[in-house]
């Protein structure tokens, strides 16, 4: 047995398990799958009691056909347990980072997931290994989910998992025509609602919380600022700012103190204006900065804001998931979501820690509240998602 939980922990555990409506066995299962989140490639009980599950290379069309030929290719990981197959579907939407659905640490969160039943298709998304984002990522994140509503899925829920950046497109593959009879649920980690909010923290490390209108200042990591740079350099017009800024974002991507001074010199006017916005450090300016931004940057960005969107109407539910110490997005954007979305039902999980690019909890109290995020999408798994 493998479990690392405390005492203290396996004893507020049972003590949850016997609340009302709570299933014991579900809870049992929740904290197997957290201990495996831990574990990583490491031991652990679900590893000991479950098979390894296959991992697959699958094709499909924009509308989901899988006839072995397709626009669009993922891995599709299942279980391999006789006689259980898996419950429910589950996209996971790989990050924003350049190893894609190949990132050992998606691999292990994928190979999580099928252990626990769900039928996991990972779609490779070359323009997010390449550090872009954009609207148009929502059209194969669509069809993975179209993908696995046709497949045989136990009781045939299927959910959206995605993490930071990433967590836009997710939504707006929502949107895309006959999403909402496909969806069921979705799990944002780390996500954001307001573009403008996001690009104002990643440039000045500034936010607002709720309706306060005061300032607050936290440390941004430069990883945020760079590759916003990185993934809009090629929708300027100018191919000399193009590389330009290319290359400051590669510099600093890689060593975030390297000396650019002599890329920025060399800047025309598209370019500047981007500049101009990272090197900006009162948060007021921000929608002056941002308005002067090239108009295919600023169509991006109007695009990928949530906040323009009307998600409470969508009907699918949220699992939100932040950290109060993220560098990258700030808590206050998943509040803003879940607070858009209320009237429509969400579940938001406040962690006091929460690593944004390693999903992992610190300490008792934070453990409890992933618990029961867990536990809330194995419900979601098992009921086909309450809507």
Known sequence: MYLKFPA???ALAVF???LPGC????LAEAARVLDDIDAGSGPSQLKEQTPPPRREAVSYGAYGSGNGSGAFGGDLYSSTEPGLPGLAGMVLVPGVARKGKDDPRLVAFATTLARARFMVLVPDLPRLRDLRVGPEDAIPIAAAARYLGGRPTGQGSVGITAVSYAVGPAVLALFEPGMVEKVDFVLAIGGYYDMTAVITFITTGYYREGESRTWRYRRANDYGKWAFVRGNAG?????TDRALL???????LDHPETYIDDLV???GREGKSVHALLVNGDPERVPALMAALPPPIAADITALN???REVASLGVRFVLVHGHDDPIIPETES????HALASRGSELFLLDSLNHVDPRPAGLADRLRLLRAIYTVLELRDSGAAR
Request: positive net charge; hydrophobic residues 55%.
């Open 8 to 10: 203290v922990f396996c």
């Open 16 to 18: 949850v398990a016997v």
């Open 23 to 26: 299933s014991p066995a579900r």
């Open 235 to 239: 929708r300027l017009d100018s191919a």
């Open 246 to 252: 290319t290359e400051m974002a590669e510099r600093r």
């Open 265 to 267: 010199a060399r800047l």
């Open 306 to 308: 949530l906040a323009r």
């Open 335 to 338: 509040m803003a979501l879940a």
